[in-house]
């Protein structure tokens, strides 16, 4: 109907970023690097991740490593064998809604007994006293004051443990560990970013950034020495990797184009007007966004016939993993979108034109998503000037995996600013098991500055 034509219309413009709003973007937000890169407390950290250094894939030796910050928590065990080669087993624990919001001992502790019971069940023992070394990526935005030194800035993605804001992880850790006598220690602590640059180096030794497109988003990138204003510390490595924290990226809300689609998911989250760019891009909301349009279009009666279905109507019922299979249908009868709406969440009968309408929804907050990290990426290659020359970017997370345009959007993306010549020079891969490589790779590394 025309109605629905004219809310479709409203919808494109709202959601749509132009290639003069990318451009916007991406000149703010280098605006939003500098600032950071000057001084701490900005609203892009631009932390100094303390990591110096390049790697060549020569390296070797055994680590574990823990991972924090997701939707699960990993153990991992890593054995470095040279010659680029890696060989790694791990186990997932899942992290208890309760554990994530309760206090920050029994998180810790959680985790400690994580590492135990991966010790027992891969058999891993330590000879006499010796210790294993641990890399432990805790991704959220912590203010590094030494490579196994931190304190937590704020909590993001659903967690908010208390009495951990200002305090070091790595104490908590290490105490928790010392506690029930666990031999391990931890050596690094890594943002999964780094962990996803050094992953990536690893293999490939021109990687210039490691970018995070999963539970939230963020990224990392190696910066000039001098480029670094704020750093006080020793200055006689060229650069160090700098863990960027832009999921915080606007929270002025100067430029980002914000709906009330956003708003409403950001005042029912757990830090409501914190991490706006993170809310505009990550797996973690992107569904929920899509869900408040579709309540709107139900509630003005365009569409289901003004019905809802009782699962829909529960907050963070609509995955953003049903978006990435909504994307991927190009059946004639939309079957697969069929099946998530009256199989999934239960809508008792849809018709071809909500199917479609579903799917239109699903591509523009999906697009924004991929062109606002295109916005960021290209701010990054712009600021070092690495789009110049060959350079490879590792990114890790079930989005950029599984969403099925998410990988091209951000090429055109890119092209959109620099031109085509970036097609031949930047690849963009997909960096796997970043967190527990990269995490390894730190603890190596950091073996070398202490
Ligand atoms: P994490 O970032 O927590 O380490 P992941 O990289 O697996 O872990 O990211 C999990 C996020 O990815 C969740 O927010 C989830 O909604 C999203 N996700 C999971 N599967 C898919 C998929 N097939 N398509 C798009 N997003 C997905």
């Not at 006598?181 to 992953?199: K, M, Y």
Request: overall charge negative.
């Amino acid at each position: 109907s025309d109605r629905q034509r004219n809310a479709v219309e409203a919808l494109i413009n709202e959601f749509t970023i132009s290639p003069q709003l990318l451009q916007d973007v991406k000149a703010s937000f280098m605006e939003g690097m500098k600032k950071g890169l000057k001084k701490d407390g900005e609203t892009m950290a631009m932390v100094t991740s303390y990591v110096m250094g390049r790697l060549d894939g020569s390296e070797v030796g055994s680590y574990l490593a823990l991972d924090v910050g997701g939707t699960n928590l990993r153990v991992v065990a890593v054995h470095l064998t040279g010659g680029g080669e890696i060989t790694t087993s791990q186990t997932k624990y899942r992290i208890d809604e309760k554990l994530k919001v309760g206090e920050a001992k029994a998180l810790f502790d959680f985790m400690a007994v994580c590492v135990d019971s991966f010790l027992d069940e891969h058999q891993i023992v330590v000879r006499g006293d010796t210790q294993f070394e641990l890399g432990f990526t805790f991704s959220f935005p912590v203010l590094q004051t030494s490579i196994n030194r931190g304190t937590l800035i704020t909590w993001t993605k659903g967690f908010n443990a208390s009495g951990m804001v200002g305090k070091d992880p790595v104490a908590f850790l290490q105490d928790a560990f010392n506690r029930r006598h666990i031999p391990v220690r931890v050596a690094a602590l890594v943002n999964d970013t780094v962990g996803t640059l050094l992953a990536h180096a690893y293999n490939h030794p021109d990687t210039c950034m490691g970018v995070i497109l999963g539970t939230g988003c963020n990224g990392a990138y190696i910066e000039k020495m001098e480029n670094i204003a704020k750093w006080k510390g020793d200055a006689s490595a060229k650069e160090m990797i700098i863990n960027m924290e832009f999921g915080a990226f606007d929270k002025e809300r100067q430029v980002l184009p914000l709906t009330m689609f956003d708003n409403k998911m950001d005042r029912k989250s757990v830090n409501p007007n914190k991490q706006i760019l993170e809310k505009m891009i990550a797996g973690m909301y992107l569904g929920e966004i899509t869900r408040n349009v579709l309540l709107n279009l139900i509630d003005r009666r365009l569409l289901f016939e003004g019905c809802i279905s009782a699962d829909l109507n529960q907050m963070w019922t609509f995955e953003t993993a049903y978006m990435s299979t909504i994307e991927a249908d190009n059946s004639a009868t939309l079957h697969a979108t069929r099946k998530i709406l009256e199989s999934t969440l239960s809508f008792s009968s849809t018709t071809m034109n909500d199917r479609q309408i579903v799917k239109l929804v699903v591509e523009l907050v999906g697009k924004r998503a991929a062109r606002l990290s295109a916005a960021a990426i290209a701010s990054v290659l712009d600021h070092t000037g690495d789009w110049k020359q060959k350079a490879a970017i590792g990114i890790d997370g079930s989005l950029f995996e599984y969403y099925p345009s998410f990988n091209t959007d951000i090429m055109d993306g890119l092209e959109e600013v620099f031109g085509p010549t970036v097609r031949q020079n930047v690849s963009i891969g997909l960096a796997q098991d970043g967190s527990g490589v990269g995490a390894a790779l730190c603890a190596l590394l950091a073996a070398k500055y202490t």
